[in-house]
Nanobody
Protein backbone atom coordinates (compact mmCIF):
# COMPACT_ATOMS: atom_id res chain seq x y z
CA UNK A 1 0.00 0.00 0.00
CA UNK A 2 1.31 3.42 -0.92
CA UNK A 3 2.13 5.45 2.18
CA UNK A 4 1.89 9.21 2.35
CA UNK A 5 4.12 11.32 4.58
CA UNK A 6 3.22 14.93 5.28
CA UNK A 7 5.49 17.68 6.49
CA UNK A 8 5.77 21.43 6.59
CA UNK A 9 3.38 22.32 9.38
CA UNK A 10 4.29 24.54 12.29
CA UNK A 11 3.59 27.71 14.17
CA UNK A 12 3.27 30.81 12.04
CA UNK A 13 2.11 34.35 12.69
CA UNK A 14 -1.02 35.70 11.02
CA UNK A 15 -0.21 36.91 7.55
CA UNK A 16 2.58 34.38 7.11
CA UNK A 17 2.86 31.48 4.69
CA UNK A 18 3.43 27.77 4.87
CA UNK A 19 4.07 25.11 2.27
CA UNK A 20 2.84 21.66 3.21
CA UNK A 21 4.27 18.58 1.52
CA UNK A 22 2.76 15.17 0.92
CA UNK A 23 5.22 12.58 -0.34
CA UNK A 24 4.36 9.11 -1.59
CA UNK A 25 6.51 6.19 -0.47
CA UNK A 26 6.83 4.77 -3.98
CA UNK A 27 6.30 5.55 -7.62
CA UNK A 28 2.71 5.85 -8.71
CA UNK A 29 1.36 4.40 -11.95
CA UNK A 30 -1.79 6.50 -12.05
CA UNK A 31 -3.23 9.14 -9.78
CA UNK A 32 -7.00 9.47 -9.81
CA UNK A 33 -7.01 12.37 -7.40
CA UNK A 34 -5.28 14.03 -4.49
CA UNK A 35 -7.10 15.99 -1.83
CA UNK A 36 -5.98 18.13 1.09
CA UNK A 37 -8.28 18.19 4.12
CA UNK A 38 -8.04 19.89 7.47
CA UNK A 39 -9.65 19.37 10.84
CA UNK A 40 -9.75 21.97 13.55
CA UNK A 41 -10.39 21.06 17.19
CA UNK A 42 -14.06 20.34 17.74
CA UNK A 43 -14.90 20.66 14.06
CA UNK A 44 -15.54 18.26 11.23
CA UNK A 45 -12.89 17.52 8.64
CA UNK A 46 -13.23 19.83 5.66
CA UNK A 47 -11.87 19.80 2.14
CA UNK A 48 -9.25 22.46 1.49
CA UNK A 49 -8.04 21.74 -2.06
CA UNK A 50 -8.16 18.95 -4.58
CA UNK A 51 -6.65 17.89 -7.87
CA UNK A 52 -8.21 15.38 -10.26
CA UNK A 53 -6.56 12.99 -12.68
CA UNK A 54 -6.48 15.68 -15.35
CA UNK A 55 -4.63 18.09 -13.10
CA UNK A 56 -7.54 20.46 -12.49
CA UNK A 57 -7.46 22.11 -9.09
CA UNK A 58 -10.32 23.19 -6.87
CA UNK A 59 -10.06 25.20 -3.69
CA UNK A 60 -12.40 25.75 -0.79
CA UNK A 61 -13.81 29.24 -0.61
CA UNK A 62 -12.00 29.76 2.69
CA UNK A 63 -8.56 29.48 1.03
CA UNK A 64 -9.28 30.39 -2.58
CA UNK A 65 -7.04 33.13 -3.85
CA UNK A 66 -4.37 32.57 -1.23
CA UNK A 67 -3.48 28.91 -1.73
CA UNK A 68 -1.66 26.95 -4.42
CA UNK A 69 -1.72 23.22 -5.07
CA UNK A 70 1.39 22.08 -6.93
CA UNK A 71 3.10 18.82 -7.82
CA UNK A 72 6.61 17.44 -8.37
CA UNK A 73 6.24 14.14 -10.16
CA UNK A 74 9.98 13.45 -9.99
CA UNK A 75 9.68 13.42 -6.20
CA UNK A 76 6.21 11.78 -6.03
CA UNK A 77 5.23 14.79 -3.96
CA UNK A 78 2.40 17.30 -3.90
CA UNK A 79 2.41 20.62 -2.13
CA UNK A 80 -0.15 22.96 -0.66
CA UNK A 81 1.00 26.51 -0.06
CA UNK A 82 -1.24 28.83 1.91
CA UNK A 83 -0.42 32.52 2.08
CA UNK A 84 -1.83 35.24 4.30
CA UNK A 85 -2.55 32.68 6.98
CA UNK A 86 -5.32 33.43 9.45
CA UNK A 87 -5.99 32.06 12.94
CA UNK A 88 -8.97 30.16 11.50
CA UNK A 89 -6.54 28.18 9.32
CA UNK A 90 -5.31 26.48 12.49
CA UNK A 91 -5.94 22.75 12.05
CA UNK A 92 -4.35 19.40 11.36
CA UNK A 93 -3.89 19.08 7.61
CA UNK A 94 -4.17 15.70 5.88
CA UNK A 95 -3.57 14.57 2.34
CA UNK A 96 -5.44 11.75 0.64
CA UNK A 97 -4.49 10.13 -2.63
CA UNK A 98 -6.24 7.54 -4.78
CA UNK A 99 -4.88 5.72 -7.77
CA UNK A 100 -2.85 2.72 -8.87
CA UNK A 101 0.65 1.93 -7.64
CA UNK A 102 3.58 0.76 -9.75
CA UNK A 103 2.23 -2.80 -9.55
CA UNK A 104 -1.14 -1.62 -10.94
CA UNK A 105 -2.79 -2.21 -7.57
CA UNK A 106 -5.45 0.29 -6.44
CA UNK A 107 -4.73 2.37 -3.38
CA UNK A 108 -6.54 4.92 -1.24
CA UNK A 109 -4.07 6.33 1.24
CA UNK A 110 -4.01 9.00 3.93
CA UNK A 111 -1.11 10.84 5.45
CA UNK A 112 -0.59 11.06 9.20
CA UNK A 113 -1.45 14.75 9.35
CA UNK A 114 0.62 17.85 10.02
CA UNK A 115 -0.33 20.52 12.55
CA UNK A 116 -0.64 24.12 11.42
CA UNK A 117 -1.05 26.74 14.14
CA UNK A 118 -1.57 30.38 13.24
CA UNK A 119 -1.06 32.63 16.23
CA UNK A 120 0.74 35.76 17.28
Amino acid sequence: QVQLVESGGGLVQPGGSLRLSCAASESIFTINGVTWYRQAPGKQRELVASMNSGGSRNYAASVKGRSTFSTDNSRNTVYLQIDNLKPEDTAVYYCNAKGYDSGRRPFDSWGQGTQVTVSS
